[in-house]
């Protein structure tokens, strides 16, 4: 979203609400970090914990800034239904089902925003990141699994069914792997470290985490590589032949693999609509903080 004038001279706080810690940051109104705290998520403890725990997370940032005027976001996995209003895809499964925007506002007694975690970090790159002073920026999630978020003049592309950036769902291969969602051949089957990992089983029986599936010099490791490169090349020249961004940044822990800036850049040349590419594809800046700093930049 876009920050009017107002919200640009208050102090941003953000809440990344992950399956194993909930981390709490304070950007003052020049954007510069004051403060940062992390507690354990406990999901085991249930819903109405994580909700009291993510109200006292902040209830202690409001102490830092003494009530001064501030936004307030949150990120998380998975998002909130427009049908429902209840959240949904949450890796923290606890929270699927349930209405948390609305019980959390009714806790803090104030109107939280609160965005997946593709969008927050793709909203940090473009903010103060690899995509800042670009009018679009499509940012890339490759971890786990496989998702993205797409900004627009520094405004989230949400999309009617808050289904924009969801590229690891595109199917690229009909008659390829079953994916989680139901459908087959899903760029995340493919691209995504369980994706690799999987598909190294599927050779060998064996399991290996998916940057040493990379790494490897084995007949059946180099077969996943050549596949992953395939269909990453694929996958973001579609994703660049539809809305044409300024920018691309990568993120997520295969960001970190340095011959997706070599060969799956030449990847990606051999099937984009054009006769060149001229799309930066970056790693991205933010590294771990991304999901977090996004949070704040998103508040309201």
């Given at each position: 979203?876009?920050?009017?004038?107002?919200?640009?001279?208050?102090?941003?706080?953000?809440?990344?609400?992950?399956?194993?810690?909930?981390?709490?940051?304070?950007?003052?109104?020049?954007?510069?970090?004051?403060?940062?705290?992390?507690?354990?998520?406990?999901?085991?403890?249930?819903?109405?914990?994580?909700v009291?725990?993510?109200?006292?997370?902040?209830?202690?940032?409001?102490?830092?800034?003494?009530?001064?005027?501030?936004?307030?976001?949150?990120?998380?996995?998975?998002s909130?239904?427009?049908?429902?209003?209840?959240?949904?895809?949450?890796?923290?499964?606890?929270?699927?089902?349930?209405?948390?925007?609305?019980?959390?506002?009714?806790?803090?007694?104030?109107?939280?925003?609160?965005?997946?975690?593709?969008?927050?970090?793709?909203?940090?790159?473009?903010?103060?990141?690899?995509?800042?002073?670009?009018?679009?920026?499509?940012?890339?999630?490759?971890?786990?699994?496989?998702?993205?978020?797409?900004?627009?003049?520094?405004?989230?592309?949400?999309?009617?069914?808050?289904?924009?950036?969801?590229?690891?769902?595109?199917?690229?291969?009909?008659?390829?792997?079953l994916?989680y969602?139901?459908?087959?051949?899903?760029?995340?089957?493919?691209?995504?470290?369980?994706?690799?990992?999987?598909?190294?089983?599927?050779?060998?029986?064996?399991?290996?985490?998916a940057?040493?599936?990379?790494?490897?010099?084995?007949k059946?490791?180099?077969?996943?590589?050549?596949?992953?490169?395939?269909?990453?090349?694929?996958?973001?020249?579609?994703?660049?032949?539809?809305?044409?961004?300024?920018?691309?940044?990568?993120?997520?822990?295969?960001?970190?693999y340095?011959?997706?800036?070599?060969?799956?850049?030449?990847?990606?040349?051999?099937?984009?609509?054009?006769?060149?590419?001229?799309?930066?594809?970056?790693?991205?800046?933010?590294?771990?903080?991304?999901?977090?700093?996004?949070?704040?930049?998103?508040?309201?």
């Open positions: 979203m876009t920050l009017a004038l107002s919200q640009l001279k208050m102090f941003k706080i953000g809440i990344d609400l992950g399956g194993t810690k909930i981390e709490t940051i304070i950007l003052n109104p020049d954007g510069v970090e004051v403060y940062r705290n992390r507690v354990l998520t406990l999901q085991e403890r249930g819903y109405a914990a994580i009291n725990t993510l109200a006292e997370c902040y209830s202690n940032a409001l102490t830092v800034i003494n009530n001064k005027a501030h936004t307030f976001g949150i990120g998380t996995p998975g909130i239904s427009g049908k429902t209003g209840l959240m949904k895809n949450s890796n923290t499964t606890c929270l699927n089902g349930k209405p948390l925007l609305k019980d959390l506002q009714r806790l803090i007694n104030r109107h939280v925003a609160i965005e997946n975690d593709a969008n927050c970090f793709a909203m940090a790159e473009a903010g103060m990141g690899a995509g800042k002073g670009y009018k679009s920026v499509f940012g890339v999630i490759m971890g786990t699994g496989c998702g993205g978020g797409v900004i627009i003049k520094n405004n989230v592309l949400r999309g009617l069914q808050t289904l924009g950036g969801e590229w690891g769902h595109m199917t690229i291969d009909p008659n390829g792997p994916c969602c139901g459908k087959r051949g899903c760029v995340e089957t493919y691209i995504s470290g369980t994706g690799i990992s999987d598909r190294y089983f599927e050779r060998t029986g064996k399991r290996l985490p940057i040493h599936v990379l790494e490897s010099e084995q059946e490791a180099q077969e996943v590589k050549e596949l992953f490169f395939e269909q990453f090349g694929r996958a973001l020249s579609n994703v660049i032949s539809i809305i044409d961004p300024e920018i691309v940044v990568l993120g997520g822990g295969l960001s970190n340095m011959p997706l800036y070599t060969e799956g850049l030449e990847r990606v040349k051999k099937y984009i609509f054009s006769d060149e590419l001229i799309t930066p594809i970056v790693k991205n800046k933010t590294g771990d903080s991304a999901g977090v700093i996004g949070a704040a930049w998103i508040g309201i």
